[in-house]
Structure formats: structure tokens, C-alpha cells
């Protein structure tokens, strides 16, 4: 089936501009996660969502970062004044809770930002 | 708190040969999950394997294998018969099953380039 999809794939723009960056998640997954990772770096938790719960919004580094998700599906991930220390891969990533242990997170391509 | 140390930046193997990525962790609750991803230069995160805090067994998945030392708090990646797609960053990742923490954390990664 369908793996997780990002858009846009690339995206540059200049400080001060605003972005949204979005993710389509697998089919019938309840929980979605985006991730930032800077250049040869790890992966940083950005937000979380699970079903109608409300969002797990502790690792945004900055109140110019906010996320919804619509529908239980598709989330937008918004960057507002963007900085040049924003410039990252944004990735997104869907799973499936059956409360039994393990949760395998399943990852999109990502989204490379730029901030010129 | 907890923390991923992946201490090997890079790695070289061989082509058909073994090769071990090594992760320790840090936390101090007793259910946790361990994972590896693998990160091609494409970008997009492929889980690899996963290995329970209370599994009894390493996991094993075709040629990725887990040796996990729980009292050690290490959760090595063993790769057998490296071919050159392995080539690829590595990452270790670590989720905590209580206190409401839903993310995972990951390591800095290693990079294994396998040589022809």
C-alpha cells in the first residue's frame, strides 16, 4: 500500500516568509509525529498526534511553529517569520497504536527546507 | 534522562563481511522499545528491527540482527554479509512505553559506507 507522502519535496524561501509543510500518513494510522533534522544530525521531535487527543505539542522549539491535523489524516505543519536556523528536513511520520508494545513509526521522504 | 549515544560517526565494512553499529541508551524506566532505521542518501527513514525491553530474545530481521545487553543498556545493530546498498546513515532510536512520552528518541547516527 501507500507509504507516507510529504510536500513539497523541496522548499526554499526567504526569512521572514511563512510555510506550511504537509503529510498525507498512511491509510488508517492513528497517530502522526513530525520530526525536524538539521544537517548531519539526528532526528528531533517536533509534535505528535493520536486520534481526537490533544496534540503532544513539547518538542516546538518556537510559538512561529504550529501544527493541525485535519480529519484524523493529512496534517499541515506551519513555520510562521521564517529564521535561517529553520533550514532542516522536515519529516513526518504515521503508526498504528495497538497498545501491545511495540509501535513501528513509518516515515515520509521528508520535506528539505531552505531559509535564505 | 534519557539519551541515545551512537559513538561511531563513521563506519568502513567490507562488501560480503559483518559489520556492528553500536548503541547504548540511558533511561531509567523499565519498558522501553529499541529501533534502527536506516537512512539512505534519498532521505527517507526505513525501520530496520526492533527489540522490547522485556523480550527474552535478540531480534533478528534477515541479515539485521540485535545484540541487546540490558544490563549493559546497549542495543548493537549487527548487519551480516554487507552488501553495497547498506551504505547508508544508521540511526538508533529509543521509545518509552509510560509517562506519556510519545516520541522517539534517536541517536546522532553512523554512517557505514561498504566497500567493493
Known amino acids: 500500500g501507500a507509504g507516507v507522502s510529504q510536500s513539497p519535496s523541496n522548499k526554499v524561501t526567504e526569512k521572514g516568509k511563512d510555510v506550511e509543510l504537509r503529510c498525507d500518513p498512511i491509510?488508517?494510522?492513528?497517530?502522526l509525529y513530525w520530526y525536524r533534522q538539521s544537517l548531519g544530525q539526528g532526528l528531533e521531535f517536533l509534535i505528535y498526534?493520536?486520534?481526537?487527543?490533544?496534540?503532544?505539542k513539547s518538542g516546538l522549539p518556537s510559538d512561529r511553529f504550529s501544527a493541525e491535523r485535519t480529519g484524523g489524516s493529512v496534517s499541515t505543519l506551519t513555520i510562521q517569520r521564517t529564521q535561517q536556523e529553520d533550514s532542516a528536513v522536515y519529516l513526518c511520520?504515521?503508526?498504528?497504536?495497538?497498545?501491545?508494545?511495540?509501535?513501528?513509526?513509518?516515515f515520509g521522504p521528508g520535506t528539505r527546507l531552505l531559509v535564505l | 534522562a534519557q539519551k541515545i549515544t551512537q559513538t561511531q560517526p563513521g563506519m568502513f565494512v567490507q562488501e560480503k563481511e559483518a559489520v556492528t553499529l553500536d548503541c547504548t541508551y540511558d533511561?531509567?524506566?523499565?519498558?522501553?522499545?529499541l529501533f534502527w532505521y536506516k537512512q539512505p542518501s534519498s532521505g527517507e527513514m526505513i525501520f530496520l528491527i526492533y527489540?522490547?525491553?522485556?523480550?527474552?530474545q535478540n531480534a533478528t530481521e534477515g541479515r539485521y540482527s540485535l545484540n541487546f545487553q540490558k544490563a549493559r543498556k546497549s542495543a548493537n545493530l549487527v548487519i551480516s554479509a554487507s552488501q553495497l546498498g547498506d551504505s547508508a546513515m544508521y540511526f538508533c532510536?529509543?521509545?518509552?512505553?509510560?509517562?506519556?512520552?510519545?516520541?522517539?528518541?534517536f541517536g546522532a547516527g553512523t554512517r557505514l559506507a561498504v566497500h567493493p
Open positions: 532510536a529509543m521509545k518509552l512505553f509510560s509517562g506519556g512520552y510519545n516520541k522517539l528518541i
Open positions: 498526534f493520536q486520534g481526537n487527543s490533544a496534540p503532544d
Open positions: 533511561t531509567s524506566d523499565p519498558s522501553y522499545g
Open positions: 527489540q522490547g525491553s522485556y523480550d527474552q
Open positions: 491509510s488508517g494510522h492513528t497517530a
Open positions: 511520520a504515521s503508526s498504528f497504536l495497538t497498545g501491545a508494545g511495540q509501535e513501528t513509526q513509518y
